[in-house]
Every structure is written in structure tokens, then in C-alpha cells.
């Protein structure tokens, strides 16, 4: 049995144990439970619709495309554009028309033809040395390839999906040329080939590594949770570039109504009860992330870290420039 058809009969065991006749909702998530379930817990006692998680680590667009028809899952929660975007080109979701939704969901946060929609979103910003860096040095995304920064800056993989989203819409923003000067050029100001994930930048700069790093928001929130980050965190602030003309880069998470979806009216309940602007709230201050919907506010150490006007780019345009973006980092060897 391979483990893709167990994993399968786990979630349909999971199903099945729920009360028969009870009205259900079937999610695969690739956002952890605990952001995800006191919301769903809540839209349960709302509707009385129960909500079925299965959390995924890797795979989903394999299993939905193994299940076909026949899936038992409704709806896809994911973070990243380039993931639900690739929902969406393998044709494995389904069109919603909802007022709900587009009055909730500001319109580059979600597909132009509906197939994804944004919940919250994160910046992804320079995280700066406390002791080595003024306020105001860090200033726009292009600034990161001027030589005073040599030898002072550490990220991660220029191919990881948060890096090449960010190329991408360096790409959005400046053409080719231009994106692969700058890919060459930030690389040359690294303090270090490209390595770990957003936290260990951080923890870099508080080991005196590097003075600036490239990372999510939300890894501010997460690292001031961690005794054992805490450290790292109040070793730096976060700072917001912006793009020469444009604002700060941000990507999101989000949902997809999946083409097979058997319960897809609940479904499609459970899609509005999460983009009400109390749900975004709620859900985006439990991973500190920036609920979108208009009048609502992040939490409030969210708030601390600062303001900013998120770039204005459909993140759908974002999606489509990832297989360029992650050419030009190859041709600059951005990790090697
Ligand atoms: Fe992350």
C-alpha cells in the first residue's frame, strides 16, 4: 500500500467516524491545526456544520489529483501565492461568486477569476541589527545590492518560494536586465552562502554574522514566543522596504474551493465565515499576520512593528513570474 492511498484511508476513517447525517465541511490544510481550529470550532457552533481537517506536510495537489472526482475534500488552505496559484493551474478547484467575498477580500488578494482567495497576509521585510543599523538606513528593496551593504546581509535560499516570490516581483517591478544585476548584487553582499530558514537570519545578526536579513513578519511574533528565540528577536527591528514606486512586497495565505468539493455550499459558508472581517482577525492575530479585509487591524505587537502600504501588484501576476524569477536565480548562482 503505498502511502498515499493511507493516507487517503485515514482521512476517509476520519470522516467516517464523524456523525452520519451531520453536515460537513472537508478541509487539506497545509497551515498547522492550531492556527486553524478554534475558527473552525466556531463556524461549528455557528452552523452546526462540523469541519473535518487534514493536515498535509507535502503532496496536496498530488492526492487531490489522485482522488479526482471522487475527493472527499471541499476546500484547500494554504500560505504562499505560488502554491495556490498552483492549485488553480492544475485545474483541480472551482469558481465562487460571492458578494462576501469581494467585499471582504481587497481585489490583489484574490484570484481575478475566483478561484483563490487571500485571508491575511505578511511582509516580507528586512530584519536589522539593533547595534549596527540606524533607523531609516533600510530603505528600498533595490537599496540590498548597494556594495555598503558587503558582506552584511543573510537570507535564506533564493529558491525558496518566499525568495522567489519577492523576485518576482522585483521582475514585476524592473524587467530582466535588472533583476539579474540585482540578484548578482545582493548575492555579492552576503556575509554567507544562503542557508536555514527566516529565524536562523535572525539569529545570525544576534551572533554578530551578519547586520540585516531577509524575512516574514510574522517570524518576529513567532521568535518572541520562543524562550529560546527571544533573544535573536530583541537583537533586531523590522523594517519595511519598498520597491523604488511601489510598496512593500507581501504574499499570502488563502483558501481555494477544490472542483470535487461534495459539501460545496457549506463549503463555500465556511469560505465567507473565515473572510469576515472578525474571523480574519482572529485567525490573522494566531499566527500575528495582517488580517485584509477594510477596517480591520492586526494585533497589537503586530501594529508595533510598524506601518506600511503593501505593494500594489495582483499577487496572481506574482505567481506567474515564479518560473522566471527562479531562472534568473540560477543563471546568478544566487546560493552557490
Ligand atoms: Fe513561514
Not at 246 to 268: F, Q
Request: aromatic content about 8%; overall charge negative; some cysteine.
Amino acid at each position: 500500500m503505498t502511502l498515499r492511498t493511507y493516507t487517503t484511508l485515514a482521512l476517509y476513517a476520519v470522516t467516517l467516524a464523524t456523525p452520519i447525517a451531520a453536515q460537513e465541511v472537508n478541509v487539506y490544510s497545509y497551515r498547522e491545526p492550531a492556527l486553524i481550529q478554534p475558527l473552525m470550532n466556531a463556524f461549528t457552533a455557528e452552523t452546526g456544520v462540523e469541519v473535518n481537517v487534514a493536515f498535509l506536510k507535502k503532496g496536496l495537489i498530488e492526492r487531490l489529483r489522485a482522488e479526482g472526482r471522487r475527493s472527499p475534500a471541499d476546500l484547500v488552505f494554504t500560505v504562499d501565492i505560488s502554491r495556490l496559484n498552483g492549485v488553480v493551474e492544475a485545474d483541480l478547484t472551482q469558481p465562487v461568486q460571492s458578494n462576501a467575498l469581494t467585499e471582504n477580500i481587497p481585489v490583489d488578494f484574490r484570484d481575478p477569476n475566483n478561484h483563490w482567495f487571500g485571508l491575511t497576509t505578511r511582509a516580507r521585510v528586512v530584519y536589522a541589527s539593533n547595534d549596527r543599523v540606524s533607523p531609516g538606513e533600510v530603505t528600498t528593496y533595490e537599496d540590498l545590492a548597494d556594495p555598503r551593504w558587503k558582506g552584511r546581509i543573510c537570507t535564506r535560499s533564493g529558491t525558496h518560494a518566499y525568495m522567489l516570490a519577492l523576485t518576482a516581483a522585483y521582475l514585476h517591478h524592473h524587467g530582466e536586465v535588472d533583476t539579474l544585476k540585482w540578484l548578482k548584487a545582493v548575492k555579492s553582499n552576503l556575509a554567507r552562502k544562503p542557508q536555514g530558514n527566516d529565524r536562523a537570519q535572525v539569529k545570525a545578526i544576534w551572533a554578530g554574522e551578519c547586520d540585516i536579513s531577509l524575512g516574514n513578519t510574522y517570524y518576529m511574533g513567532k521568535m518572541l514566543a520562543d524562550p529560546e528565540q527571544q533573544d535573536w528577536a530583541n537583537s533586531v527591528s523590522v523594517e519595511f522596504p519598498i520597491f523604488e514606486g511601489g510598496g512593500t512586497h507581501v504574499n499570502v495565505s488563502g483558501m481555494a474551493l477544490t472542483k470535487a468539493a461534495p459539501n460545496r455550499l457549506d463549503a463555500i459558508r465556511l469560505m465567507e465565515f473565515l473572510a469576515s472581517p472578525r474571523a480574519q482577525e482572529i485567525y490573522a492575530a494566531d499566527n500575528f499576520e495582517y488580517p485584509i479585509a477594510p477596517g480591520t487591524q492586526a494585533a497589537p505587537l503586530v501594529q508595533g512593528w510598524g506601518s506600511f502600504e503593501a505593494d500594489s501588484v495582483n499577487l496572481t501576476t506574482i505567481a506567474k513570474l515564479r518560473t522566471d524569477a527562479l531562472r534568473l536565480t540560477e543563471i546568478a548562482d544566487f546560493d552557490g
